[in-house]
């Protein structure tokens, strides 16, 4: 087996509402530029006559996603109505390299939103989102992972008269 470096691109994140429905699939914040999950100890310094002390402390672990900001997109909207509502959001970490099972590595936790802040740049306005998760983070896997989300830039050929449309718009066959 080769080991191979994950690749940022290859990684997302979803979100879902804790209030959706059973069977209602999670969505993807739009235009992610970024994530970090962060993990932490905290350490227990001690200093006694002794020596030193040293141990672990409590977990903490944290979600930052940083999107440019889309009105009406339902992922960004599940974000930032939990925000407004102070509701908690089911968060998942997705790797998108296939296992040699066809699922895909991911992490899952449920999560507060700390804060939102919106970066009015010169180009596009920036989202930056901090998700705190409650407890630690849970590993699994994903197996049905939608073709689109696979491959998020990437389009098919098509012929002239085929489709109509916007590349991103609903395109009628």
Known sequence: MTVQPIEGKKVVYLVQATNAAKGTKALLPGFQTEGT???EHEALDEQTKSGRILGYGAKTETFE???YSAPGDGG???ITDAYDNEGQ???WRVELSENSDGSYPARFGYS???SVAISDA???AELTVTLPVIGITQPGT????PEELLNLA???FEKPGEKTGELGATQPE
């Open 37 to 39: 999950w962060t993990r």
């Open 65 to 67: 996603l940083t999107l």
């Open 76 to 78: 960004q909207e599940v």
């Open 89 to 91: 959001v089911k968060v």
């Open 112 to 114: 507060i939103i700390q």
């Open 122 to 124: 010169d180009s596009f």
């Open 142 to 145: 994903l197996a049905d992972i």
């Open 154 to 156: 990437l389009y098919g």
